[in-house]
């Protein structure tokens, strides 16, 4: 059985320690690398490809990119708080389940202006 406090107390402690172990430049770079290669990939991904689902316990594409922009946002508000000496609030780290209601190729603009607007 997981344990999602200890869980979201994992992410948390990830994420701190990413904060000790890089400083703020190298931390960008290795952000927006990410996303890059996340658009790349998405590049020629269809409607269809993205809202694909292997089988119900499987994320569709969408989901996962969603999934992906809500998290973000999530950590960015965490970094911030934890900036101003406040604790991260481990519930907010990895809420549960949203199924996707953008369309991909709205997704995919979301995730670019969100990289653009994190830094």
Known sequence: MVN????Q????NYIVSQAERFD???????NIKARIDVLDSLRDVTEF???FKPSD??????????????GSTRVAA????????KSG??????PSYKPATSPITQLKM???RDGNQLF
Do not use: C, H
């Open 4 to 7: 999602p406090k200890t869980d």
């Open 9 to 12: 107390e994992l992410v948390l």
């Open 24 to 30: 703020f430049s190298a931390l960008w770079t290795r």
């Open 49 to 51: 490809q993205a809202s």
């Open 57 to 70: 316990q499987e994320w569709s594409i969408s989901e996962v990119v969603s999934d992906l922009l809500n």
């Open 78 to 85: 965490i970094v911030i708080s934890l900036a101003f000496g």
């Open 89 to 94: 609030a481990p519930s907010e780290v990895d």
């Open 110 to 112: 979301e995730l670019w």
